[in-house]
């Protein structure tokens, strides 16, 4: 790319003028696959409901048909967690990286699932992953950073911890 061509491109992406680095990057849902695809818009609904069930069901089927789908892998990986499933959380986030390394989102919610399991290592490199990726500021650096400092904040005061026990506070 011309270096007059990538100044020109910089400079509409930063006055809003092109379509967000998010939807360049694809880290965001695909409408056309909601259209296309009533197993994606039906888990996806669920997951929005948060119908844990119901998301992994409709969003398990969706994968069948497009198992390349980085959103939908992260998506499920979101679910399992939430269903309190490590094993099969980790499984689909590392699935949504291996097809797309640099998606923002599932390098934030395995950097949650990593603090749930009490490994702030591989947190923090989900961390460090997203300072990378996110060239402007972006919400799923800023969510892991608030997310690891609460972390490292109820560990340093467990009796505060104890009061506020949830299962999973993300």
């Known amino acids: ?7 020109a491109s910089l400079a509409a992406c930063l006055l809003g003028l092109a379509p967000s680095a998010a939807v360049a990057a694809g880290n965001i849902d695909r409408p056309e696959a909601v259209k296309l695809d009533p197993d994606y818009e039906a888990g996806k609904k669920a997951w929005d409901a948060k119908d844990w069930d119901g998301a992994i069901k409709s969003l398990t089927l969706a994968a069948q ?4 789908n980085a959103d939908i892998q992260n998506l499920l990986g979101y679910s399992y967690r939430k269903k309190r499933n490590m094993d099969l959380a980790f499984k689909y986030y590392g699935r949504a990286l291996e097809l797309d390394p640099n ?10 699932a990593y603090l749930m399991v009490d490994d702030l290592p591989k947190a923090e490199e989900h961390l ?4 990378k990726l996110c ?13 690891v400092a ?14 506020t026990n949830q299962s999973d506070p993300y």
């Open 150 to 163: 609460d972390y490292k904040q109820r560990k340093a005061n467990p009796q505060q911890s104890e009061r």
């Open 128 to 131: 460090a992953a997203l300072n």
């Open 1 to 7: 790319m011309s270096r007059t061509l990538y100044s």
């Open 103 to 112: 998606h923002r989102g599932a390098h934030e919610y395995v950097g949650v």
């Open 65 to 68: 048909h497009d198992p390349n």
């Open 135 to 147: 060239f402007l500021p972006c919400s799923e650096y800023r969510d892991l950073k608030q997310a």
